[in-house]
């Protein structure tokens, strides 16, 4: 069926690195548009980054430009979000989302569980 | 980055008809439309409404969305217990090159 499995979240120290996996199944992974969202607990959606199709185009909330890179291989179906120098407030439940992909605005139609990440000392 | 703003909190009897509204500007609402999700506690975001009123299948009729201007609406009728949750608006934003959500509204059927 269709899904997604995130996987790589932990408890982590400030300054550290760690990199999350999705791993996509049951769809055209090599035609959808990927993306990162997390929600700090207790708090609302954050859009992350987002990859094209084919990981030619890659985009990133200003909060993690310059830390975090998103990555995908289309022969393995899966994102991956490398995150390094991480901060306590990247503390999160991270989701990789799949774009519904039928134009601008056209949102995220099939979400992961999610994996957490916890930045602490 | 600039998000969309919605109310924090929303609250109407069983069976009765809310409303809930995102507004955004001539850069993503506006322009590009929105998209609406629903949360539950514990649970991933769920799909309701994309590209401001196309339905994902399996989606009821008891969801609608519409736009006017920089502001979408997400309409619900009939409320049921298992609409209370929380409702998130995102558009993509074509100054910023990002997406863009809404604080999300906590939706309390009574």
């Known amino acids: 069926q269709v899904q997604l499995v995130e996987s790589g979240g932990g408890v982590v120290q400030p300054g550290r690195s760690l990199r999350l996996s999705c791993a996509a199944s049951?769809?055209?992974?090599?035609?959808?548009?990927m993306h990162w969202v997390r929600q700090a607990p207790g708090k609302g959606l954050e859009w992350v980054a987002s990859s094209s199709s084919d990981g030619s185009y890659k985009f990133y909330a200003d909060s993690v430009k310059g830390r975090f890179t998103i990555s995908r291989d289309n022969s393995r179906n899966t994102v991956n979000l490398q995150m390094n120098s991480l901060r306590t407030e990247d503390t999160a439940m991270y989701y990789c989302?799949?774009?519904?992909?039928?134009?601008?605005?056209?949102?995220?139609?099939?979400w992961g569980q999610g994996t957490v990440v916890s930045v602490s000392s | 980055q600039a998000g969309l703003t919605q109310p924090p909190s929303v609250s109407k009897d069983l069976r009765q008809t809310a409303t809930l509204t995102c507004t955004g500007n001539n850069n993503n609402v506006g322009n590009e439309g929105a998209a609406w999700l629903q949360q539950h506690q514990g649970h991933p975001p769920k799909l309701l409404s994309y590209r401001n009123n196309n339905r994902p299948s399996g989606i009821s009729e008891r969801f609608s969305a519409s736009r006017s201007g920089n502001t979408a609406s997400l309409t619900i009728t009939g409320l049921q217990p298992e609409d209370e949750a929380d409702y998130y608006c995102?558009?993509?934003?074509?100054?910023?090159?990002?997406?863009?959500f809404g604080g999300g509204t906590k939706l309390t059927v009574l």
């Open positions: 989302a799949k774009e519904e992909g039928t134009g601008p605005s056209s949102g995220f139609d099939i």
């Open positions: 995102s558009a993509w934003d074509s100054s910023l090159s990002a997406w863009v």
């Open positions: 049951g769809f055209t992974f090599s035609g959808s548009e």
